[in-house]
């Protein structure tokens, strides 16, 4: 696999020179400022890859070319949108970038309720807590339908729990579950995600993944044509939050729609951190079912704790090697997968991947990293799946 790593763009703290010195083969990058539905210039484009240039990396994978709400919903601006979306592929094609990650989660991206929880190593990992996530909902956000949700016990459990948070606490967590994180979501209030979630009214989950085959069906062609491969990044964690459907949760709901439309350019991220969340997940099972439509890889591995309910689980981000994923068997499978397309001839035979995400160590507690992308913390992680990848290599 090539050895990427998520880089910011110019705002990043990171310099990107030192990356060299983590090992670093390519860059995952996007042009984060764009928003969605916008369309990525060449102009643009070119910019961001004289910045990697003159640093000597190439960009590898555009993560992500975001799906604008719209196109979700397929509400208003929807077909202006995807006329966008294609031409943004085909300027990334004609300047090389041939690797595009998106996801098709309503509203939030990745959620978490604590992004730094001491670990007994002395550093901090991000966590997920229903409880916490249910205090949030049911007496934060206050959503009309959120007591459906949470069963009886878990709603008096919330309830004690925010009688106890003191004011800054609460503020915390708001934050933490809705700003702060890599997406369009960093300055929205309550009533922004209230007005949001209306938007879903009527949608179910058989309507969403209507409406991300409708997506795929309308770009994937067109990314066919161009010579992009476009991959779906999965629901994190994999299981509806906020009453929102969620439909890129599990190999099934891969093979559903990678069937539906069934070309090349139509494809995987397969993220071990998102779905191995879920109990019985198996990622070795995923690279069979989906193998030669993974475009890219996040390594990441998270271990779920005891919590209210074993459908939704409570988890931490453990190291690399540590949480309930079995890294070793899944890069023995994708390094299979590689041979398989390096026998076939195909050209995309080395599968980008990334360390996804990073406990917080040593100086990463001085700096002000973003929370998932401390410089340490996924440096161990790039080390440690870099052994693992040269241990099976054929
Ligand atoms: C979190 C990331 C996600 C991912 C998007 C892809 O750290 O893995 O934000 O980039 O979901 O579209």
């Not at 990043?12 to 042009?31: F, R, S, Y």
């Not at 990525?40 to 994978?61: G, H, K, P, Q, Y």
Request: include cysteine; charge should be negative.
């Amino acid at each position: 696999m090539k050895q990427c790593w998520r880089w910011f763009g110019p705002n990043d703290k990171i310099p990107l020179a030192q990356l060299h010195q983590a090992g670093v083969e390519g860059i995952v990058t996007a042009l984060h400022d764009i928003p969605p539905g916008e369309i990525w210039s060449t102009e643009n484009i070119r910019m961001r890859i004289e910045l990697l240039e003159a640093d000597d990396f190439s960009w590898d994978v555009a993560e992500s070319l975001p799906v604008s709400e719209a196109i979700k919903t397929q509400s208003s601006g929807y077909k202006d949108h995807l006329e966008n979306y294609r031409a943004s592929l085909s300027n990334l094609a004609a300047a090389g970038v041939r690797t595009v990650c998106y996801n098709f989660m309503p509203i939030l991206d990745w959620t978490r309720t604590v992004l730094r929880s001491p670990q007994p190593h002395g550093g901090n990992a991000m966590h997920f807590s229903l409880l916490d996530f249910a205090v949030f909902d049911l007496h934060i956000l206050r959503r009309p339908s959120a007591p459906d949700d949470y069963n009886q016990a878990l709603r008096e459990r919330a309830a004690e729990r925010f009688a106890d948070l003191s004011n800054q606490q609460k503020t915390m967590l708001q934050n933490t579950v809705i700003a702060g994180l890599p997406g369009a979501n960093d300055s929205w209030t309550l009533s922004d995600v209230a007005e949001r979630l209306a938007t879903y009214d009527g949608i179910d989950r058989e309507r969403l993944r209507r409406n991300l085959i409708d997506f795929l069906s309308e770009v994937a062609p067109h990314a066919e044509t161009c010579g992009i491969r476009l991959c779906c990044h999965p629901d994190d964690p994999p299981f509806s939050l906020l009453g929102l459907p969620r439909v890129m949760s599990s190999t099934q709901d891969y093979v559903r729609v990678l069937d539906a439309v069934d070309v090349p350019a139509s494809g995987a991220t397969l993220c071990t951190g998102s779905l191995g969340v879920a109990e019985g997940f198996d990622p070795v099972g995923f690279v069979r079912q989906a193998g030669a439509r993974i475009h890219f890889v996040h390594l990441r591995n998270t271990k779920r704790v005891p919590g209210p309910d074993p459908a939704r689980p409570d988890f931490y981000e453990a190291p690399h090697l540590e949480g309930d994923t079995d890294m070793v068997a899944t890069i023995r499978a994708l390094s299979e997968e590689e041979a398989r397309r390096r026998s076939a001839g195909r050209e995309d035979s080395e599968i980008p991947m990334r360390p996804d995400h990073g406990q917080e160590l040593l100086s990463d507690l001085e700096t002000d990293s973003m929370p998932g992308y401390p410089l340490i913390g996924r440096m161990r992680g790039l080390a440690e799946l870099r052994g693992i990848m040269a241990a099976c290599q054929p």
